[in-house]
């Protein structure tokens, strides 16, 4: 047999695979032109043909009809998340496509944690602290209006991320983290609103699970009888202090958040709380107790009465 007529397989293989490089590279392959550590914005609602348009002029991929028919297979335009995507390298269309569709912006991601009980002021000092493009009086002014609905928690945030997202994204939070006890909220006969406002106060005022549905327990009782609350937690808030022992002037600031001079709940939450004090106020311990407070011994100590509470104050506080 003729040597080369049994080499013709592997000549047939070599043939097989030049094809298919070529066609990987005319189809797939990033442009030789690729525009290296470039930035290209994609618009929200934008469809998945002017995405595909777009990043073709942008010379992201070379065949915007190939991604256009990718996006759409997965979805169309309402899989793209829209945004300010990097690309430091080139990509094929496939890469391309599936960054488009799971947000893969190429930004390093700027770990956050935002602590249970913090509050707008303090959540923008954080804020200004990663993100240089951003000031904490801007922030605040923006988050001011969600103290409480912007969820404690830890957060994976991009560069290219602003005042905007950042609130939305903690508001969104907010929302899958709280629809769960929806129906445990109506159950109680309160608001949302009331229930964060008491949640908020619970956070500041107590720190295990037990002691935090106490304390809703006890709160819940002199609303009923028709008491101020007496919380010693919104003089922080009034006076944008972090700590909160509040002087015998204090006590008589002018402000409605003043829970000495003013019945009922203040007008807002004084804090963003977390799950454990937000489930407090809707399971609360029924208990006769009136009065509590924190002994220097780091413990709460309980009263049914003034005069119990009196005896507190002077056997835990002194």
Same mark, same amino acid.
Request: proline share 6%; no cysteine; glycine share 8%.
């Given at each position: 047999m003729d040597f080369s007529i049994r080499q013709n397989p592997w000549r047939v293989s070599l043939l097989s695979a030049i094809f298919l490089a070529?066609?990987?590279?005319?189809?797939? !392959? !990033?442009?030789?032109?690729?525009? $290296?550590?470039?930035?290209?914005?994609? #618009?929200?609602?934008?469809?998945?043909?002017?995405?595909?348009?777009?990043?073709?002029? #942008?010379r992201i991929i070379s065949h915007a009809r190939l991604l256009e028919l990718l996006?759409?297979?997965? =979805?169309?335009?309402e899989g793209v998340h829209a945004g300010d995507y990097r690309f430091e390298d080139p990509q094929n269309v496939f890469l391309v496509a599936y960054r488009l569709l799971v947000g893969d912006y190429?930004?390093?991601?700027?770990?956050?944690?935002?602590? #249970?009980?913090?509050? $707008?002021r303090e959540s923008a000092k954080k804020i200004e602290g990663v993100f240089s493009a951003i000031r904490a009086s801007d922030f605040e002014s923006a988050a001011k209006q969600y103290e409480g609905y912007l969820f404690p928690d830890t957060y994976l945030f991009v560069s290219s991320d602003d005042v905007a997202s950042i609130i939305s994204l903690m508001r969104t939070n907010f929302d899958t983290k709280i629809g769960p006890l929806s129906d445990d909220i109506r159950a109680s006969g309160r608001t949302l609103s009331d229930t964060i406002?008491?949640?908020s106060l619970i956070e500041k005022e107590a720190r295990t699970d037990a002691s935090k549905r106490m304390v809703a327990g006890i709160l819940q009782n002199r609303l009923t009888l028709g008491m101020p609350l007496q919380v010693d937690a919104v003089f922080g808030?009034?006076?944008?202090?972090d700590t909160y022992s509040p002087s015998l002037?204090?006590? @008589?600031?002018?402000?409605?958040?003043?829970?000495?001079?003013?019945? =009922?709940l203040p007008p807002g939450p004084i804090c963003n709380?977390?799950?454990?004090?937000?489930?407090? $106020?809707?399971?609360? @311990?029924?208990?006769?107790?009136?009065?509590?407070? @924190?002994?220097?011994? =780091?413990?709460? &100590?309980y009263a049914t009465t003034?005069? #119990? &509470?009196? !005896?507190?104050?002077?056997?835990?506080l002194r």
């Open positions: 070529g066609f990987y590279f005319i189809l797939f !392959a !990033a442009p030789r032109n690729f525009p $290296v550590d470039s930035i290209v914005g994609i #618009e929200k609602g934008s469809s998945a043909s002017a995405v595909a348009d777009q990043l073709a002029d #942008e996006l759409r297979l997965s =979805g169309g335009s190429g930004f390093p991601t700027i770990r956050v944690t935002f602590p #249970e009980g913090i509050t $707008v406002i008491l949640a808030y009034i006076f944008n202090r002037k204090d006590l @008589t600031v002018d402000s409605p958040y003043n829970t000495y001079t003013h019945k =009922g709380p977390g799950l454990s004090s937000i489930e407090a $106020v809707l399971h609360p @311990t029924k208990t006769k107790y009136i009065y509590y407070l @924190t002994g220097k011994d =780091g413990l709460m &100590h003034y005069a #119990e &509470h009196q !005896a507190n104050q002077k056997r835990y």
